[in-house]
């Protein structure tokens, strides 16, 4: 097994990961405040980023878009995915295999989402057990979008939640959990605890201002987080390059929310 921090997804420890699953899991509406993000082509060239350590897409954008950026970006395969549209209990269909994402697509990493407490989620484990198992062969490492959700869940992220999604992605074999943000440094140190040797990064979460997003960055990364998967708090903004670059200070130089805006 490959050393996580040896693999293209890490850097210096580190990770940030520029998710663009969106046009799946929430529609088109998502890329409406920069309409021209609705090409993936404009994404994937915020993609190049030097601060960015994957861009995580689904099968059929990495079909169409990731051979003219293999030399530019390492590829994080979403593995599974649902669009908005789905009415059910929280659920995620498996859409593209690890073999192929490997073999195929030119994976450096895997991505796949587990609703803990949903009415699905014993079949969403079995599947991760299958794909984890998989991953393993091909030495790639295996991000879980660890997001307990459903029936009786009264709140997807208070402190014990993201305690208990933390600790689920080191359990079911994990080497990243990515969890919504608690909310205080404090919640997300428990989390950071839960996850023993697997490296927690922070869900960017629906777009907010400059400052307030890069706080809970740094809040993040003092509490022992390891970065961020983002998405529209990167490619809704008008300059995606200036956030990138204040993130890369927060998380890769561990400065503050503030050093980061003042540069
Ligand atoms: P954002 O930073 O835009 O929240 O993106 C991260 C992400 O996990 C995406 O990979 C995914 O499409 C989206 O959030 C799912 O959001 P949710 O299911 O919480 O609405």
Redesign the pocket.
């Known amino acids: 097994m490959l050393p996580i921090d040896d693999t293209p997804l890490v850097r210096d420890g580190k990770i940030l990961i520029l ?1 663009m ?2 046009g799946l ?2 529609g088109p509406v998502d890329f409406e405040p920069v309409p021209e993000t609705i090409d993936p082509e404009t994404v994937f060239e915020v993609g190049t980023h030097d601060a960015v350590t994957a861009m ?1 897409v689904q099968k059929g954008v990495a079909e169409a878009y990731y051979p003219s950026y293999e030399d530019d970006v390492n590829l994080l395969a979403k593995l599974n995915g649902t669009s908005n549209l789905w009415r059910g209990e929280p659920d995620s269909a498996v859409n593209c295999s690890v073999d192929y994402a490997a073999e195929e697509l030119g994976a450096d990493a895997l991505g796949f989402t587990l609703y803990g407490g949903s009415n699905n989620e014993i079949e969403m484990a079995e599947e991760f057990r299958d794909a984890q198992e998989k991953a393993r062969e091909h030495d790639l490492p295996m991000v879980m ?1 660890s ?1 307990p959700r459903g029936q009786g869940l009264r709140s997807d992220r208070d402190p014990e939640t993201i305690a208990y999604a933390a600790r689920l992605a080191l359990e079911l074999g994990a080497d990243v959990a ?1 969890v919504k943000y608690p909310g205080t440094p404090e919640a997300m140190e428990w989390a950071v605890d839960a996850a023993g040797k697997t490296k927690v990064v922070m ?4 777009k907010s201002d400059d400052y307030a997003f890069l706080k809970q960055v740094e809040e993040c990364i003092s509490a022992g987080g390891k970065g961020l ?5 990167v490619f809704q903004r008008d300059n995606p390059v200036q956030i990138l670059d204040a993130l890369e200070k927060v998380i890769f130089e561990e400065q503050s929310a503030e050093q980061a805006l003042d540069a």
């Open positions: 998710a699953d969106h899991e929430h995580a979008w997001y990515k869900s960017g979460g629906s998967a983002v998405g529209r708090n």
